[in-house]
């Protein structure tokens, strides 16, 4: 083969392999990753819905979820701290029990992470991409 056809067939791969990562980039959910270690050291995950961060939120699915949840409007503390609230909607919460009060589970440890300033604990709006990862940490 000549070093033309060379140039050209490795052109022409090159240009496929660039397609196929922009398509990539566009197709890709824009939906946050939900974190295992956050779900793992939560007492109970619920979907609410949050109309505000200073505001009650109201248990929607506790039952399909794990642990055992709140229900009904629940006082959130720590819910005007926490990152991912893009408005009024449905939310995945991770929640912990402390004292007569649910907070959002924050960030956890891992060893050799050092978390300080790391910031702020992590709500997750309820798509089905959102969905899909919670129904894997189930299992």
């Known amino acids: 083969m000549s070093p033309r056809w060379r140039l050209v067939l490795a052109t022409l791969a090159f240009a496929g392999w660039i397609s196929y990562l922009g398509y990539a980039a566009a197709v890709k959910s824009r939906d946050p990753i939900v974190s295992l270690v956050q779900a793992s050291a939560a007492q109970a995950a619920v979907v609410a819905d949050v109309a505000g961060p200073d505001e009650p939120v109201e248990v929607k699915e506790q039952g399909k979820l794990w642990g055992d949840g709140p229900g009904g409007k629940v006082e959130v503390v720590n819910l005007a701290d ?58």
């Open 82 to 139: 926490a990152r991912g609230y893009a408005g009024p909607g449905k939310y995945l919460l991770y929640l912990e029990r402390r004292h007569s009060s649910w907070l959002i589970v924050g960030q956890q440890r891992s060893p050799g992470t050092d978390l300080s300033g790391v910031g702020k604990p992590l709500v997750y709006p309820w798509t089905d991409d959102v969905r899909k990862q919670e129904e894997k940490l189930r299992r």
